[in-house]
């Protein structure tokens, strides 16, 4: 039973901490996206 206990918190971690690192990953693609549309509007303006 201990060792159940044990791999369901490990799962629960896991899932948590995946969680949060896919979200930074998508808010650095939408920073970089950002960024790209920012230089693309700057060149335009020019």
Do not use: N
């Amino acid at each position: 039973m201990f060792v159940f206990l044990v791999i369901v918190a490990g799962i629960v971690v896991a899932t948590v901490w995946i969680t949060k690192y896919l979200k930074r990953q998508e808010a650095d693609r939408k920073e970089m996206l950002d960024l790209m549309r920012r230089q693309v509007s700057r060149k335009q303006d020019s």
